[in-house]
């Protein structure tokens, strides 16, 4: 149990206790309803994020399209800042609602980094992957059914690197984009945090929403944005372009390694889990 010091005599900031690390494999865990309920959780929500982000990518280069909007096309549909929005909101929301059941990841990268902070088993986190894989195949594919001649006239959605980037380029992108993401989610859901704040109402899936939200603004130019492989594969399986394959594997190393060092940062630089350890361990032996 820790306790944080009252600041200025003005609040007053509760205990706090850091959960146990989760058991690498636990396999009593998959004898409860809750770890299905949760995986479930995770299919529907990625599935539903899919489909809202990819269907707006769509109907921006549909609206946007010169051959089809002749007077002002430059200026039509929602824009690179409306796909920000639809990406970041929808993320927003769905962490909002999934949050109490699952985890609300919707994002093998950020499961990835939980993983690694020993905040899920290994169990949870590969079926968390999976259904996570498996909602974003279906939500694209039912902007595929709703919108087949305009899905595959303007791309299905896919990720891609854009000309004139390199592969270094490509993949720093998504390394640093998805390090800033995971890092607010660890930042959004630290117990020390919440409990040292307490007279502020923050809610978690705001920023890691708006973290989103600027991350597209960043790199939209560049790969299209990624920063969730499950995002990138299942417009990719829908899609089934060569071009939606050629750099593909940059959209799972780049999150991964990100996500990785958001972890490892949190962990042992910020909440300098390792300097505890070390100093639990020499208490014990004293």
């Known amino acids: 149990m820790a306790k944080d010091v009252e600041t200025g005599g003005e609040y007053t900031t509760k205990d706090y206790t850091d959960p146990p690390p989760a058991a690498l494999i636990d396999v009593e865990e998959i004898t409860k309803w809750s770890l299905y309920r ?30 089809v909007n002749t007077t002002d096309a430059a200026c039509s549909g929602v824009g ?18 999934t949050a109490g059941i699952s985890g609300g990841h919707i994002n093998p990268a950020v499961t990835f980094g939980l993983f690694l902070a020993r905040k899920v088993s290994l169990i949870r986190a590969v079926l968390y992957i999976i259904a996570q894989c ?3 195949i279906c939500g ?22 854009s000309s004139g980037y390199s592969h270094g380029t490509g993949l720093a992108a998504e390394i640093i984009g998805t390090f800033v993401l995971v890092y607010t989610v660890f930042s959004a859901t630290d ?46 399986v829908i899609y089934n372009k060569d071009k939606a394959w050629d750099d593909h594997w940059i959209f799972w190393v780049g999150p ?9 940062y949190h962990q042992f630089v910020l909440r300098a889990s ?13």
Not at 202 to 208: D, T
Not at 256 to 264: D, R
Not at 274 to 286: E, F, H, I, L, V
């Open 256 to 264: 991964f390694i990100g996500a990785g060092i958001a972890a490892l």
């Open 80 to 97: 690179i800042l409306g796909i920000a929005w639809a990406f970041g909101g929808m993320i927003f929301i769905l962490v909002y609602c």
């Open 134 to 136: 498996l909602g974003a």
């Open 274 to 286: 390792a300097a505890k350890a070390m100093g639990s361990s020499y208490r014990s032996n004293m």
């Open 191 to 236: 117990p020390k945090r919440n409990a040292r704040d307490s007279h502020v109402p923050v809610l978690a899936p705001l920023p890691i929403g708006f973290a989103v939200f600027m991350v597209h603004l960043a790199t939209i130019p560049i790969t299209g944005t990624g920063i969730n492989p499950a995002r990138s594969f299942g417009a990719a």
């Open 140 to 161: 694209v594919g039912l902007v595929k059914g709703f919108q087949k001649s305009y899905y595959v006239r303007y791309g299905g959605g896919a990720n891609e690197l």
């Open 38 to 67: 949760a995986v479930i959780a995770e299919f529907v929500a990625t599935m539903l994020f899919l489909y809202v982000t990819v269907a707006t990518v769509i109907g921006y280069k549909h609206q946007s399209d010169p051959n």
